[in-house]
């Protein structure tokens, strides 16, 4: 668990700020649901034998003995969010939310204890149209932050829950006749979340993964069709992408449509945005049948990526920095800068604070990085006026009236 410290926060305040942007040009509305929810929750929409629910949760009893662990990841909460209020009745949702996920996993880079996602969720919609505005909105957002060069689209489709039964069965067959080529990972999930095994990071098994049977010639027809109307508004948009038969994700509830957005940038831990559509998961919930689509995106992950590619991102420095000299200016520097703060909403002013001589002030004011220091002495204040320096140039100190200050300023600084 990493904290995010001063140095850091300008690049997410920005990125923060840019997917609000892009989400309301979608119109997607914020969600935001609690870190902390029953255990149960979980277990029963991620899936008892995926990674996240057999080890990676942070679970505990409270003090009522009642099991709850922190969110591993959004879309449960979401969906048990929107049932409880009654949001999804007889009407289609577009939603984001943006938040820190838990996974007891082994920290390496790219992969945290506490990791942030912003994920966004569609509900109601049947076809492959929302399907693709999702892929759509994240490919803008790679544009937005001029990284849609280092990143690739790939998609599949896992079909309905029964067709991926005789698949899972064909691959339990394949992979069985090939025990021992599997390493101790894939042996133990051979019999629980075979899938999962396509989706190894052990490059010992890629080449047993390069003849394994396709997921896509397991397809029922209602996939098949899904998958095709999905390709073709994809290509209609003039979006590329890769069909990866190997691609499954690792909670149990998505069905048809899976995709992810990969680089080659960032080592192992690849995949930067991963989602799909996951039809029977609000239904299971307790809900009314609602089909649903949604994608997550790392965003530790995407910020390392930026950090390769583009410039980075700092707090400004003040534009102003107030300098009192004299028991009477200290006295009222504070009020002064406030009646300043209101002529000037957008005016960054840092006042000196504890005290020093004007030498120790004017060091600070320097290193404050402000364009401009204004001087209050107990005279300048019977006299209404305030010294003004130019830090950034060689100017000479001026003199300037109390009155004319905020138009001074405004024409320098704003
Ligand atoms: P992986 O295969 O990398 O473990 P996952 O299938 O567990 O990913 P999801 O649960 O779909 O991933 O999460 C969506 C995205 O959240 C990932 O693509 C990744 O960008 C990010 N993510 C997931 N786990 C972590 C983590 N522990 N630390 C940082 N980012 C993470
Ligand atoms: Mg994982």
Request: glycine letters at 10%; charged letters at 25%.
């Amino acid at each position: 668990m990493h904290d995010i410290l001063p140095e850091t926060t300008p690049a997410w305040q920005a990125l923060e700020q840019t997917l609000r942007t892009l989400a309301q040009g979608y119109g997607y509305e914020e969600i935001r649901v609690p870190l902390l929810e029953r255990t149960e929750l979980f277990v029963r929409t991620i899936g008892e034998v995926t990674d996240i629910i057999e080890k990676e949760m942070y679970t505990f009893e409270d003090l009522s003995g009642d099991s709850l662990s922190l969110r591993p990841e959004g879309t449960a909460g979401c969906v048990r969010a929107c049932i409880e209020n009654g949001l999804l009745h007889n009407q289609t949702r577009r939603l984001w939310y943006l938040g820190p996920m838990f996974r007891h996993e082994r920290p390496q880079k790219g992969r945290y204890r506490q990791f942030h996602q912003w994920g966004v969720e569609a509900y109601g919609y049947n076809g492959p149209d929302i399907d693709a505005e999702l892929i759509l909105l994240s490919a803008r957002l790679w544009r937005m932050l001029g990284i849609d060069g280092i990143v690739r689209l790939q998609i599949n489709s896992l079909g309905t829950t029964e067709s991926r039964a005789r698949y899972r069965a064909a691959l339990v067959e394949y992979l069985s006749a090939h025990h021992d080529r599997l390493d101790e990972d894939s042996r133990r999930r051979l019999h629980t979340n075979p899938l999962r095994i396509l989706d190894s990071k052990n490059p010992e098994l890629r080449d047993l993964l390069v003849t394994v049977p396709a997921l896509g010639d397991y397809l029922d027809d209602e996939s098949g069709d899904h998958f095709t109307g999905l390709r073709a508004l994809l290509d209609a948009a003039g979006l590329a992408y890769e069909v990866n038969s190997r691609l499954v994700r690792g909670l149990d509830y998505y069905e048809k449509t899976v995709f992810e957005w990969v680089t080659d940038r960032l080592g192992a831990q690849g995949t930067v945005c991963a989602g799909g559509r996951y039809d029977r998961l609000i239904e299971q919930l307790g809900g009314r049948a609602t089909p649903a689509a949604g994608f997550a995106l790392g965003i530790e992950r995407l910020l390392a990526l930026l950090e390769d590619s583009a410039a980075p991102v700092v707090t400004p420095s003040p534009h102003v920095y107030l300098i009192a000299v004299g028991a009477t200016a200290e006295r009222a520097a504070p009020g002064f800068a406030e009646v300043l703060r209101d002529e000037l909403p957008d005016l960054r002013l840092c006042v000196n604070c504890g005290g020093g001589n004007f030498k120790n002030q004017f060091r600070r004011a320097d290193k404050s990085g402000a364009k401009v220091a204004l001087i209050l002495g107990d005279d300048e204040l019977v006299n209404g006026v305030v010294g003004m320096k130019f830090l950034r140039d060689e100017r000479a100190q001026e003199v300037v009236p109390r009155g004319e200050l905020a138009r001074r300023l405004r024409a320098a600084v704003l």
